[in-house]
């Protein structure tokens, strides 16, 4: 087709985008009044895409239980989003743990992201409370046993640093979905094969369920290197160069990270990829735009305004 006869709402280049995909959104659950704000006004900007569902995270060392809790409970109540709660094993017995899920449940929330978790910082390695579940694969067992959860669980394209080989991390993958899980999202990665090349591998030993590949848009690169180190994700060289002396310019960083990350799920998408989860460090601007580019868009005022009235009156109904 010459460029002449392509439909105006064609991209340049690859296949039209935007028809089967689906998004969700990661939040983490705000400290101060100023960081409540902030993250409503995200959580409001990003309802009329209507993702899959946002997930709200549990601090590092299970620090974050209370505001986990309230933020992920707050969402059911005020939108019409689907929230679903991360929950870690960090720092808590079975029952302490079993107890936070059984909350969920009867607050209406059956979405966990089910997670070792990490220690709090400057503990050094993870090591289970000698009453808790020891690892993610066991606490998908025990929320299951509790309720009628649907559970996501942790992957890595590039390998989990403490997996001995990428087989043992792979049947550790499979042993979480095996005791329950049914689904999968990936830590973040930034080169596409690198995701693509898992997927084989993750296929080719019998996994079936959606893998989702995490996008982390680049806000601070400096920090994002720190964090790679540790979680071992790697850091592309060309990553690098584009983000090279913008460390004073934020805007320039954000086109360009709402630039790499929309690239990063076009070549997805292009591989058959339809599924995304966005990590917003509860920024609403870089996922926005990224859904935007790649061919979402807001749902109208009244479709939203009658979505959340059915919410109210489903709530109601469950009370
Ligand atoms: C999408 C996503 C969301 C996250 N959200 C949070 C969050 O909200 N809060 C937080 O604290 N952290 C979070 N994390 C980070 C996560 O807690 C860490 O990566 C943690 O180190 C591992 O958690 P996991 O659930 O993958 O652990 P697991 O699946 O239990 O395993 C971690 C590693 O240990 C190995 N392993 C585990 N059990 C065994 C065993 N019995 N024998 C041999 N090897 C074993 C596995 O192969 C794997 O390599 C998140 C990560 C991702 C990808």
Redesign the pocket.
Known sequence: MSSATRPASAPPQGRAVGGGLQVSFEFFPPKTEQMAEQLWRAVERLEPLQPRFVSV????GGSTRERTHQTVVRIRERSSLTPAA?L?C?GASRAEVDAVAGRYLAAGITHV??????PPEGEGG?RPHPDGY????ELVAGLRALGDFEIS????PEI?P???SSR??LD?LKR?LGNGASRA???FFFDPDVLLRFLDRARAAGIGVPIVP?ILPVTNFAQLVRFSRQ?GASVPAWLAHLFEGLDDDPETRKLVAATVAAEQCRRLLEAGIEEF?FYTLNRADLAYAICHILGLRAAPAEWLAERRAERARQRGRSA
């Open positions: 995270t549990y601090g590092a991360h870690t960090v992201v089910a997670l070792r978790g990490d993870f020891r690892d993610a694969g669980v942790a992957a890595y989990h403490e997996a001995g043992a991390d550790n979480k999202i990936t830590q995490g979680c989860h």
